[in-house]
């Protein structure tokens, strides 16, 4: 069942980057395919996302859902976002989660998704012919090449049916989101819902295409209600369809259509967000060679330096820790979780994935940047936004994290 509404739900905002182009989608707001058009969300690290959480269940204590669904694509981010669903995982064991996504680098995260009990997942599938998805689709980035035309749109469409099918196959419950958009796909949209249909999909969400400007199709119509209501009918025998088409945003609360509340807003002004994550975890370890920049890879740290914030607000270094010897495989990570057991955040310059999945599983974050120690966590301290920390410190890296050989993770 999709629950958003019935269920209190959260959205937290860590997902700001995009890897493909729709063309009835314009990058200055949050992603068209899940959230309320014309709305910019702010961007949250997966720490920040934990804190905005805390607050939020202090002010709606019913919040049963998390969900992340931008405000770009999930898995265009997806460290941000797998770590932002293990620390929600490890911290709140009963919390439905789910994620919405384009579909086009979903299937290497689907595993870890069913283990981490993630329950439902969206993808919006807009055609499944590559002569009509070139139309919709300007490009699609994937393994760090561009595709076009005809290209673009069977990869990304392969990649949609079978991430399907892998959802499935673990069990996991799948909504299929369609823009319906007049004169591109309104014809097509019937051959969508059958063959998602036949892949299991529990239900289907017309969306109405809305129309903005500064798009590739800001020449065309939305469409009628009739036109909505005649595709509804005709493919209601198929599968279950969700009756309400209203949109959120990537860091709404509550029910489906409702408005963020004054309250929740202010939450996510940058003066709110946490100076420290959580009480019990004051404090910031760093990965550094020489104690000025982070430039040190997790799996090379010999020791950590500790920072945290004195009554003044002024960042000061705690002192310094030893790492755990390398080698030992996962052993080794539980230990720097002890370790660093009253650390919020690790910066490091490199880390792998194994590394970074046990250490959230303990409610550590990894920030993977380079950049001025005293800088960096002393804007993280006063509740930057990350996207400044991240345009000051050119190098650093939000994606695949990890450029080594994975040996210095053993
Ligand atoms: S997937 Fe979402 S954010 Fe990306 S281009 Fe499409 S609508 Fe925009």
Not at 58 to 86: C, H, K, Q, S, W
Not at 177 to 185: D, F, G, Q
Not at 254 to 276: C, F, H, R, V, W
Not at 393 to 399: A, E, H, N, Q, T
């Amino acid at each position: 069942m999709f629950m958003s509404q019935t269920f209190r739900r959260i959205h937290l905002p860590v997902a700001p980057k995009c890897n493909i182009q729709c063309n009835y989608c314009s990058r200055k707001f949050d992603c068209m395919n899940e959230n309320r058009s014309g709305v910019t969300s702010k961007v949250l690290t997966p720490s920040q996302a934990l804190y905005y959480l805390e607050q939020a269940l202090a002010i709606y204590p019913d919040i049963t859902v998390v969900g992340i669904t931008g405000p770009g694509d999930p898995f265009a981010n997806p460290d941000e976002t797998m770590e932002t669903l293990r620390l929600v995982r490890a911290k709140y064991p009963e919390m439905l989660l789910c994620v919405a996504t384009n579909g086009l680098e979903l299937l290497p995260y689907i595993d870890e998704l069913a283990q981490l009990q993630v329950s439902h997942v969206t993808i919006t599938i807009n055609s499944i012919d590559p002569k009509i998805g070139e139309e919709i689709y300007s490009w699609v980035r994937y393994n760090k090449k561009m595709y076009r035309n005809v290209d673009a749109a069977k990869l990304l469409i392969k990649n949609q049916l079978e991430s399907l099918k892998r959802l499935k196959t673990l069990g996991i419950n799948t909504r299929v989101n369609v823009i319906i958009i007049p004169e591109v796909n309104d014809t097509h949209v019937i051959a969508v819902a059958s063959k998602v249909a036949e892949l299991g999909t529990d239900i289907l969400n017309y969306v109405p295409f809305f129309n903005t400007k500064e798009i590739v199709f800001e020449n065309l119509k939305e469409p009628s209600a009739e036109m909505v209501q005649e595709i509804r009918d005709a493919t209601s025998r198929l599968l279950p369809q969700m009756k309400c088409s209203a949109r959120c945003q990537a860091d709404a609360i509550g029910i489906l259509s409702e408005i963020n509340t004054d309250a929740m807003t202010q939450k996510l002004a940058p003066a709110a967000l946490p100076k420290k994550a959580v009480e019990c975890q004051p404090y910031i370890a760093v990965s550094s060679t020489e104690g000025v920049m982070i430039n040190q890879h997790l799996g090379e740290a010999e020791r950590f330096l500790i920072f945290g914030m004195n009554e003044t607000g002024k960042c000061i270094l705690i002192g310094a820790r030893k790492a755990p010897r390398a080698g030992g495989g996962e052993q080794r990570w539980k230990e720097l979780a002890k370790t660093l057991k009253d650390c919020c955040t690790i910066l490091v310059s490199g880390a792998g994935n194994s590394p970074k999945k046990v250490l959230n599983s303990h409610g550590i974050e990894v920030l993977v940047l380079e950049g001025v120690i005293k800088e960096i966590v002393s804007g993280i301290f006063s509740g930057q936004d990350l996207k400044e920390l991240i345009n000051r410190s050119p190098l650093y890296s939000s994606g695949s994290s990890c450029n080594g050989t994975g040996k210095k993770c053993g």
